[in-house]
């Protein structure tokens, strides 16, 4: 059996007194800490939403996740990361080598650095004085020990990790902190589900996902894959372009996709300002393709530091003319 139903005036009664008690009557936002995506947004993500982060293949889809979260916890909330990718140390190496460049942009330690690094040891030293020989290192680890309670990193199983095990940890967290947390999956077709097709185990996994987000009332940010169709060169990903289109779509109440720009803009571009290909190399545009509270059909370009593993939050809206599917120059 499902919840009974409320008229208005139950309603407009609980919510008055909500608002009298001092709290809040509508949904929770998260801030990204991305300043134009949130105004986008209308402030941010909300409680029991979903949103999809698509895009090609190294064009920053977790990077950009994890920043998501990481501003969460900076912030001072809650957050986890269901990843099916990568391996907990991976993320802890972007997460310094990010901390590093935000404390001292002009020298921080890169990624690969911080990799070596951790990979070559201190023969017995602890990883705080390895850090502190880092450029920036220092202040990374201070930033991390300063959120790391707070920030929660499930290394998880195509095979194990399904949809009640998302629960039931988003759950357990929940208690242990007293915060709803912020939550990221990386990726949504990677949740074992049972299906006869991709389609079907897709379809279950969005719907399942989305569930969670409103039964538990969290907002979720899940990496999306690309259909193997739409990798194509001189094609511009759109939302029809992720696996199980039909079913995301539907579901999602945001829709990112994430390309680099050189691959989106409108040929003339290139052509009469040959400059510009490397200008346009240097940075990554988001689209909002469906934006439940907020506008949509909006093209965002943020710098990418992709080897500090992270953009360049403060960007700006795209100026030049994009198109679906171009020429390429050769």
Do not use: C
Not at 174 to 193: A, C, N, W
Not at 265 to 275: G, I
Not at 296 to 301: A, C, I, Q, S, W
Not at 314 to 320: C, H, P, S
Request: without cysteine; aromatic residues 4%.
């Amino acid at each position: 059996m499902g919840a009974a139903p409320r008229s208005v005036a139950t309603l407009l009664e609980q919510t008055d007194m909500l608002l009298r008690r001092g709290e809040r009557a509508g949904a929770t936002v998260w801030s990204t800490g991305f300043p134009l995506l949130d105004e986008a947004l209308g402030g941010g993500l909300r409680s029991g939403e979903l949103a999809l982060l698509g895009g090609p293949q190294g064009n920053g889809k977790t990077m950009m996740g994890l920043q998501f979260v990481r501003n969460v916890v900076r912030a001072g909330r809650t957050g986890i990361i269901f990843s099916y990718e990568h391996q907990a140390n991976t993320l802890m190496e972007r997460l310094i080598s990010l901390e590093a460049a935000e404390s001292d942009s002009g020298s921080a330690a890169s990624v690969l650095e911080v990799r070596r690094g951790l990979e070559t040891g201190t023969a017995g030293g602890s990883l705080e004085e390895l850090l502190a020989s880092m450029r920036g290192g220092a202040a990374a680890y201070a930033a991390l020990r300063s959120y790391g309670d707070r920030l929660h990193i499930h290394e998880s199983s195509g095979a194990s990790t399904t949809l009640n095990e998302l629960r039931a940890v988003i759950t357990d967290v929940h208690d242990r902190t007293g915060q709803v947390p912020f939550v990221l999956v990386d990726y949504l077709q990677k949740i074992p589900v049972d299906g006869a097709s991709e389609d079907e185990r897709i379809t279950g996994a969005v719907e399942g996902v989305k569930d969670l987000a409103l039964d538990l009332g969290v907002p979720v940010v899940a990496v999306s894959a690309a259909d193997k169709a739409s990798l194509a060169a001189g094609r511009r990903m759109r939302t029809h372009d992720l696996r199980g289109a039909s079913a995301l779509a539907f579901e999602a109440d945001v829709v990112m996709i994430l390309s680099d720009k050189i691959d989106v803009v409108s040929r003339d571009h290139l052509v009469y300002d040959l400059a510009n290909i490397q200008r346009f190399r240097e940075w990554s545009v988001l689209t909002l393709e469906k934006n439940r509270h907020g506008r949509g059909d909006v093209e965002l370009e943020f710098g990418k530091d992709f080897e500090h593993g992270r953009f360049i939050t403060e960007g700006r809206e795209v100026r030049e003319r994009l198109i679906d599917e171009r020429i390429v120059v050769s």
